[in-house]
């Protein structure tokens, strides 16, 4: 299948141009909800002692912020279909030459752009702020580069993998807010091991690492399958099977 | 929709000038000639004993037909009678259970779809448009799908052609729904299309709405582009379409309006007279062309006959011989909407049976 990077790049800007407009959405899901998530957490560690910086070598305590790529995500992809398909915008669109694999493509790209740069922001706002505000010595204990490194790498994994059970919620459901809700939800178990290895409940090694990046490159790859098979132009059109 | 002009492009493609009067000259498609328009050719659709199930129910059945190119076709029905499904089955949207069916000249596959969808465009019911969006944003998003050359150039055509050139910047949020409708036309005119489906273009807009979109229509219609129209507004097929089909699930009719109206009551006269006849039936019972007859009103008689033109002459020379005052013996004049009600309630008397 060869994919049209015109019309791609059509319902690309489109989207962009929907999540600009879009002021709750974008408030919601790449503002609020990232700060909810880190605000409380740095006002902790801004209180750390210089004591607690041993303590805190044993762990990978910023890790848990790869729940924002797993979470920010979820909700821009779970409005994808549906919310084309409450609005009325589906058909024409179905309507057109684009094919199943370039819409979805586009809508994961559309979903997954902003994402990265609100998780990336995000995690340069908390290193900038706990490199200002912190105990230095809970500073360099915090901020290491492996733990680097791996936000690096993991966010866009967890990111795409987010999107693609986002989608496919998004092309069965018949309602955007069960849908966002069902997103959310199904991205639990991908926050609840970052949290288990950010809080050295589940070690973090290089190997754990290797074996976490392919898995969720297999599953992003099995997503982007099923996602591509769930989706039904007809029933969504037609509302039956 | 005035200050505008089409012309005769290069290669099929839709030219649309400004400074001359229209909607009648406003759009234009070249390559469709006068003759093509009349049926030659190979048709633009052509429809073989479709049939579309929805979980075992069937919501068109074995439905044929051919429209030729550069022909406004009619699809008729009542709610629920299958129009869209047609439309969607057609537009790639649905695949058919069974039948086959050729579009644009490509027969209607799943292989085919892309290729098909290049070649026409829909309008659905309702216009979709991404409401925060700008019109002018709206059109470029799908010039893009279509993968139009000189997209700007071409949007600023299209929506002179639905005289929206000054509503381009406008969030479509704000529109009226007529203008929504006419944005809805702008976009499905941008890839030039060869088959235009209009499904119900005229739902729940006001009169002028109704007018101005019966008048892009029209220029269309006169402008070559071959015009599937589905609604149930049985004045707007009247005045538009070259030909209608009436649909109830499955098929019951197809032909010019005119013709219709002959199949259906060509064989009815309705003789009126000054005063009620005193023994109608000794009048009418005795005539060789007259099959049955009933009284409409007090001194208006409808008369079943084999052939009006034999009939006529026949019922006169009775109504006179029986010393009535004849004010006028004809053919009853039927609108299309007598066909279709004759039609439909047929199928509603039959269901109930």
């Known amino acids: 299948m060869t994919v049209n990077t015109t019309r791609v790049r059509a319902i690309y800007r489109k989207e962009l141009r929907e999540y600009r407009r879009n002021g709750s959405l974008v408030i919601g899901a790449m503002a609020v909800l990232p700060l909810l998530f880190v605000v409380p957490s740095l006002i902790d560690v801004f209180a750390l002692p210089a004591s607690s910086a041993s303590e805190l070598r044993n762990g990978d305590p910023l890790l848990y912020m790869l729940g924002i790529p797993a979470i920010v995500p979820a909700a821009l992809a779970a409005y994808s279909v549906v919310g084309e398909r409450q609005q009325g915008t589906l058909e024409p669109m179905l309507a057109t030459p684009i094919r199943r694999e370039e819409f979805l493509l586009a809508k994961a790209l559309a979903a997954i752009v902003p994402s990265l740069a609100v998780a990336y922001a995000v995690y340069a706002l908390v290193l900038a702020c706990i490199g200002l505000f912190a105990d230095p010595a809970v500073a360099s204990a915090l901020v290491r580069g492996p733990e680097i490194v791996a936000q690096l790498v993991f966010t866009p994994l967890l990111a795409a993998w987010s999107i693609w059970i986002g989608i496919a919620i998004s092309t069965r459901s018949s309602d955007v807010r069960v849908a966002q809700q069902l997103g959310m939800l199904a991205n639990l178990p991908s926050v609840a091991v970052t949290t288990l290895v950010a809080y050295d409940v589940i070690h973090a090694t290089l190997g754990l690492a290797l074996v976490l990046a392919v898995a969720l490159l297999a599953l992003i790859g099995i997503g982007w399958r099923i996602t591509s098979a769930l989706f039904d132009s007809e029933r969504l059109i037609a509302g039956a099977r | ?353």
Request: proline letters at 6%; aromatic letters at 4%; one cysteine or more.
């Open chain 2, 1 to 353: 929709m005035a200050a505008q002009r089409a012309g005769v492009g290069q290669g099929g493609s839709v030219d649309i000038d400004e400074g001359a009067p229209a909607p009648n000259s406003s759009l234009r498609r070249s390559g469709d000639s006068a003759e093509v328009a009349a049926g030659g050719g190979i048709p633009a659709i052509e429809v073989s004993h479709v049939t579309k199930d929805f979980a075992g129910r069937s919501a068109v059945s074995d439905v044929s037909f051919s429209v030729a190119r550069g022909e406004v076709f009619g699809l008729l029905g009542p709610n629920g009678a299958g129009k869209s499904t047609i439309v969607r089955t057609l537009g790639t949207l649905l695949a058919p259970t069974s039948g086959s069916a050729t579009v644009a000249g490509i027969p209607l596959t799943r292989e085919n779809g892309v290729e098909i969808r290049r070649r026409i465009s829909i309008m659905p019911e309702s216009p979709g448009l991404y409401l925060r969006l700008s019109v002018v944003e709206n059109l470029e998003c799908f010039a893009g799908l279509y993968e139009v050359p000189d997209p700007s150039g071409r949007i600023d055509r299209v929506l002179r052609a639905v005289n929206l050139a000054d509503r381009a910047k406008d969030v479509c949020g704000i529109l009226s729904k007529g203008l929504r409708q006419r944005v809805a036309l702008a976009r499905a005119l941008l890839n030039e299309p060869e088959v235009l489906f209009l499904d119900e273009p005229t739902a729940g807009l006001d009169p002028v709405a109704s007018r101005d979109v019966h008048e892009l229509i029209g220029a269309l219609g006169r402008g070559g582009v071959t015009i599937f129209l589905t609604t149930h507004r049985l004045d707007e097929a009247e005045r538009l379409c070259t030909r209608v089909a009436i649909l109830n699930r499955s098929l019951r009719t197809v032909g010019r309006p005119d013709e219709l109206r002959e199949q259906l009551f060509a064989k009815t006269l309705v003789a009126r007279t000054l005063i009620p006849l005193a023994t109608p039936d000794a009048v009418f019972a005795g005539l060789p062309a007259v099959t049955s007859w009933r009284q409409d009103r007090p001194a208006t008689y409808v008369l079943a006959v084999s052939e009006s033109a034999v009939a006529a002459p026949a019922v006169t020379r009775a109504l006179v011989a029986a010393g009535a005052d004849v004010l006028s013996v004809g053919e009853s004049p039927h609108s299309l909407e007598d066909v279709y009600l004759e039609l439909i309630n047929d199928d509603e008397e039959a269901s109930v049976r």
